[in-house]
């Protein structure tokens, strides 16, 4: 299946190449390369956030009336694809791509008009907060408790893994605000000031060397009842709603990445005297990832086609959530053992802004390891691999 741009979609692409040439200082490119997590640190994302906002394309699913780029599908998917083939800088997507759309769909006018200006210009960083120690895949069994009282409610509990809560300013969380009937229907969806006090927030490094991710507590923290987004009780409706930005994006395009990534480093490496590039299983293992791109690639242009022509997702978010994550694991094993020895080394004094300490070994050694490592987790995150083939199985096969 071939799907071929538009005239205008195409010079809408050249357009985006054109300004990713001039915004993406060699700087930034330079300190995008050296980043091994999830999202890029908050210096850079703050940098690259501001570029994006000046220039009207911060928030490029979010309609115009809202302040957003307001681009179609298909030039969503170029923007995403080109920004991933120039090596931009990842923006979290917690407040541009969850609590944003999340507002303009189920916000009051009152939190629209405060909230939305704010996580435009950056002013407000977010992060989520829905698992919990018990509660992950089965996330209605959320135990976090908020009471009302008076015109507030009082929150005691705990969040898990919560993504840059250390760089937040606010936090989406779901609370417990009733424990009788069905364990879905007694959650509400809040907005937090994490300015607050009672917040403590405890790091988690992981494997891969990063601080990313932490534990939140909360101690009597007082939300106002204003910054409940939907009714009381009913967050479900809300969380749900958020889920279906949180499983979309482009995978194909960040693959490319990774697979021109390893094509450099086995150019330069050897096996068994010739060059790594030249080493008969080592080009089957990587013509296998390519082709589940490419896959992955036809399905994306399948979906924005969809999408175009005013259809809906289904069950798509999870086939490209699976597959997406799990085709990036490969590629990054595949690019770890390309280093071979180097694999093994410790290279975090060579990661992330402010590093000035080169890679031990050449340049193109610096960061497989810990993407590899970081990239563990994404068939967990977000729904994991086997919550996603239970979707699968019900939605798309009707098993
Ligand atoms: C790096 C990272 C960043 C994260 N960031 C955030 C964040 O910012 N905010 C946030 O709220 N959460 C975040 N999470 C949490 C993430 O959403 C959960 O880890 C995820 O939902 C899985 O939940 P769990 O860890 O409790 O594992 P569990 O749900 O306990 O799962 C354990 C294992 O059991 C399997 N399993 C569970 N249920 C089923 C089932 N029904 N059928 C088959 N297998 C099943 C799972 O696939 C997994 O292999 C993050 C997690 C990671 C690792």
């Not at 923007?79 to 189920?106: D, H, R, T, Y």
């Not at 080493?279 to 082709?291: H, Q, T, V």
């Not at 999870?318 to 020895?341: D, P, R, V, Y």
Request: aromatic letters at 8%.
């Amino acid at each position: 299946m071939q799907i071929a741009l538009s005239p205008s979609d195409l010079a809408f692409r050249d357009e985006v190449r054109a300004f990713l040439d001039e915004a993406l200082t060699d700087d930034l490119r330079a300190a995008a390369a050296r980043q091994a997590g999830v999202f890029a640190e908050a210096d850079l994302n703050r940098r690259w956030h501001r570029t994006l906002y000046l220039k009207g394309w911060v928030a490029p699913a979010w309609p115009k009336a809202h302040g957003g780029a307001g681009f179609s599908p298909v030039q969503r998917y170029i923007w995403e694809s080109e920004c991933a083939a120039a090596g931009a800088p990842a923006l979290p997507a917690m407040g541009l791509q969850m609590c944003g759309p999340v507002l303009i769909g189920c916000g009051s006018e009152a939190q629209k008009a405060f909230f939305l200006p704010r996580i435009l210009s950056g002013e407000h960083y977010w992060c989520q907060g829905y698992s919990e120690p018990q509660s992950g895949s089965d996330l209605a069994a959320l135990q976090c408790r908020a009471v009302r009282e008076g015109d507030a409610y009082i929150v005691n509990g705990t969040k898990l893994w919560t993504t840059h809560a250390h760089y937040a300013n606010w936090m989406f969380l779901l609370v417990r605000t009733d424990a009788g009937g069905k364990p879905q229907q007694g959650i509400s969806f809040l907005l937090l000031d994490m300015a607050t006090p009672g917040i403590a927030i405890k790091p988690i490094v992981t494997l891969a060397g990063d601080h990313e991710v932490n534990q939140v507590f909360f101690d009597d923290v007082r939300i106002p009842a204003a910054n409940l987004v939907g009714r009381e009780n009913e967050g479900w409706t809300v969380a749900k709603y958020l889920l279906e930005f949180e499983r979309g994006g482009a995978y194909a395009p960040r693959i490319r990445g990774l697979i021109r990534q390893i094509r450099r480093i086995a150019a330069q490496e050897a096996a068994d005297g010739a060059s790594l590039a030249a080493d008969p299983a080592f080009a089957r293992r990587l013509g296998a990832i390519e082709i589940e791109t490419e896959a992955i690639a036809q399905t994306e242009a399948r979906i924005v086609s969809q999408l175009s022509l005013g259809g809906g997702r289904d069950w798509a978010p999870s086939l490209l959530k699976l597959k997406g994550t799990e085709t990036m694991q490969a590629a990054s094993e595949l690019a770890m053992e390309a280093i071979g020895f180097y694999a093994g080394a410790d290279q975090r004094a060579a990661l992330g802004l402010g590093a000035n300490t080169p890679p031990v070994g050449p340049d193109h050694a610096a960061t497989p390891t810990a993407r590899y490592l970081n990239l563990r987790a994404s068939t967990i995150y977000g729904g994991s691999s086997e919550v996603q083939r239970n979707i699968l199985a019900r939605a798309a096969l009707g098993l």
